[in-house]
């Protein structure tokens, strides 16, 4: 995976990511103010395929599912953070979004292109060269990841025991 780097600092919470004051419309309206309070311009300029990559405590607040959601139909490829709040981190994985713990994200500015090689657990930013390690993702969470979520993967595991 590769793609272009959306950068945020400490504490990105979920009513950042899904203000509350839009969540009774549709996920698709939701989706327009992700993350507006930090930078107006990230939901109409994400691109499919871009990353997003953060500090401490990613995703913190809410249990909302839609905080994940709406990174999910938004085309975010994987969050990258130093550390997340754990209803977060399972959330995406959940919705088939890799939430990557990299010491290192400090290091990665917006703009720059990285590729993430998640059976790996390395990063790369391509301007540089530079690698950076990731904890390795579980297995049972990759399989959620390549299967497009939990959903899906369920469905895989059920349709395979028939």
Not at 21 to 26: D, F
């Amino acid at each position: 995976m590769s793609g272009r780097v959306w950068r945020f600092g400490d504490g990105v919470d979920t009513d950042m990511l899904a203000p509350g004051a839009y969540m009774k419309g549709p996920a698709e309206e939701l989706a327009t103010h992700c993350l507006e309070a930090l930078d107006p311009s990230f939901a109409q300029n994400v691109r499919p395929g871009d990353f997003l990559v953060a500090g401490r405590n990613f995703g913190a607040g809410s249990s909302r599912e839609q905080a994940a959601q709406v990174l999910v139909m938004l085309g975010v490829r994987a969050v990258i953070a130093r550390a997340f709040a754990g209803i977060f981190y399972r959330n995406a994985f959940n919705l088939g979004l890799p939430a990557l713990i990299c010491e290192a994200a400090g290091t990665i500015q917006a703009g720059q292109s990285i590729e993430i090689d998640l059976r790996r657990s390395t990063l790369t930013v391509l301007e540089t060269g530079e690698t950076l390690p990731f904890e390795p993702v579980p297995e049972n969470l990759l399989a959620i990841v390549e299967a497009g979520g939990l959903i899906p993967a369920l469905r895989r595991e059920i349709g395979s025991k028939q």
